[in-house]
């Protein structure tokens, strides 16, 4: 409970906020559809694709909101996360349209081209040994010397507020959503989802989609308690990591249910999505369609909202290829 | 000249009906943009993205016009092409539409996935040796025997008035563009943006952009005649055959040049377009932005559509992956 009074929750004031304050540096993106998709679940489905995203991720929104919510004298001493994926990206950009520093702290022993796309997007990164304890130490180190304002990549009713800006623009982009699915890891986007709709339309359910393989926010919603998993392996590599208490709130209460998927039903939804509505996706994004597809009773004859998380991927390891 | 008798050249009245008779079994496709993009040419780019088209490809424009255009009693005897390609399933798909059957013949030697997906919408497939005699045989023998109507994928009046309709979306789209690039093959998309920029935006450029390994457009307009190469190989494979004499006419009169690149430059185009803007598309459609690249001055400062003309493509056998 100390969290909750260092960070109080977002309200939905705050997304309102957020939404204006990110607005000139995110795209609204576009909601695509497919008659091939609907024939085949039975449903009507609206892909929200923030894989065409600034930073090729929903993160960006989030991390915008943070990073430009920040005073003039906070912001001028930076920003800092130790994330490896997106939310690093979508920091380094946002801080890079501000002007302002961007600390990345990364394993040593991380892919050259995620250092390299962070580079890219103007983070600076230090590096840290692959193991909890020096990415802690190195970390607490960087804060103290540059004064840097931490973003966590989920866990921040700032980035909260900004990724549930989302659900705010499909809902103004299609009428009479009956559900929205996402994928869940930290449960960012989710708890984004419920902060927006639970006011604007409390009558859509709200899934999300995890893999089987890393199916601690399942666990943890049967449970009624966080459980967390020491480094789960799953080809949906933004999925792996827990629950924390700010988004358990909005998981706990406004969640209609978590489905699950196994590895190989979201390699072929993935490339089935690449194949028919030739977008390029992460594994991720392909959890929602994966349990459609295994739980169609769930949601046919429905119009659901389907949120594409982002578009960043190894292209030279894709997994359905040996 | 007999060929241009039997099939006068399509007017921009015949783009204007086929327009509206094609709109509803197609897509209005989205413009996207990429800041990365338009910083590492020095222009500003608006890809049309007809890899969202219907049947995945633009050539759905044209074989629906055909199809929709046909009377009562010919549409009841079908229509039939030799494509193998975005053709055969454009054809397939708007015979579908219309309820007719689609006789497409094909090489048995074709890979199975490209059968497969033209039974998928719907065609019917007649097997030929993979030769020209074969082939003109056995199509020769699917007409007489059925009645169907012949749809060539790009040297019909009624293909390229289709294709046509795709650069007036543009225009409607994006204002005051310079240039318009797209890849050629048989040039049934050139032709068609020189049907419809040469009436309603004459001061716009027109840019073809074809494979060094597949140059005969490029060899035909700079010897005044048409030139075709027998068998080019490429990985563009959407680009290998040759200008017709419809197709010439445009090309001749209304292009402002066809620039080239090299197998490599290609697929790194692609490689750069999926990673940076999400979007899958064809190896031909990697062609426009290749040449951009190769000569930036032809484009820098300008603002240029780049048709990007197709999103069927192997997932299996990327051509960056060994």
């Given at each position: 409970?100390?969290?909750?009074?260092?960070?109080?929750?977002?309200?939905?004031?705050?997304?309102?906020?957020?939404?204006?304050?990110i607005a000139p540096y995110i795209h609204r993106t576009p909601v695509l559809t497919s008659?091939?998709?609907?024939?085949?679940?039975?449903?009507?489905?609206?892909?929200?694709?923030?894989?065409f995203q600034k930073a090729g991720a929903f993160k960006v929104r989030g991390a915008t909101n943070a990073?430009?919510?920040?005073?003039?004298?906070?912001?001028?001493?930076g920003v800092a996360t130790h994330s490896s994926g997106n939310h690093a990206l979508s920091l380094s950009y946002a801080a890079g349209r501000r002007g302002i520093p961007c600390h990345v702290v990364m394993p040593r022993?991380?892919?050259?081209?995620?250092?390299?796309?962070?580079?890219?997007?103007?983070?600076?990164?230090?590096?840290?040994?692959?193991?909890?304890?020096?990415r802690e130490a190195i970390f607490a180190g960087v804060q103290a010397k540059t004064g840097a304002?931490?973003?966590?990549?989920?866990?921040d009713p700032r980035v909260i507020a900004g990724q549930a800006t989302c659900s705010r623009e499909l809902l103004e982009q299609v009428a009479d959503l009956d559900a929205v699915i996402a994928?869940?890891?930290?449960?960012?986007?989710?708890?984004?989802?419920?902060?927006?709709?639970?006011?604007?339309?409390?009558?859509?359910e709200i899934y999300a989609a995890e893999p089987e393989q890393a199916d601690d926010a399942y666990r943890s919603f049967k449970a009624r308690r966080i459980i967390a998993d020491d480094a789960p392996v799953t080809v949906a590599d933004g999925l792996k990591v827990p629950?924390?208490?700010?988004?358990?709130?909005?998981?706990s209460n406004h969640v209609?249910?978590?489905?699950?998927?196994?590895?190989?039903?979201?390699?072929?939804?993935?490339?089935?999505t690449w194949q028919r509505m030739k977008i390029v996706m992460e594994p991720s994004c392909a959890v929602p369609l994966a349990t459609i597809l295994k739980t169609p009773g769930n949601f046919r004859g429905k119009r659901v909202g389907v949120v594409i998380t982002g578009g960043n991927v190894d292209l030279d390891n894709l997994p359905w290829i040996p």
């Open positions: 409970m100390e969290d909750l009074t260092q960070t109080p929750l977002p309200t939905f004031d705050d997304m309102l906020a957020a939404h204006d304050r008659s091939y998709m609907n024939a085949l679940t039975g449903s009507e489905l609206f892909f929200k694709c923030e894989n990073v430009f919510g920040l005073s003039e004298d906070a912001a001028a001493k022993t991380a892919p050259e081209a995620k250092k390299a796309a962070v580079r890219g997007y103007g983070g600076i990164i230090t590096e840290c040994e692959p193991s909890t304890s020096s304002d931490f973003v966590h990549p989920y866990n994928p869940i890891g930290g449960g960012g986007m989710v708890s984004g989802c419920c902060l927006t709709l639970s006011t604007l339309a409390p009558r859509i629950l924390k208490e700010n988004t358990w709130h909005f998981v209609t249910d978590i489905l699950t998927a196994s590895e190989q039903e979201i390699i072929d939804a993935m490339k089935l």
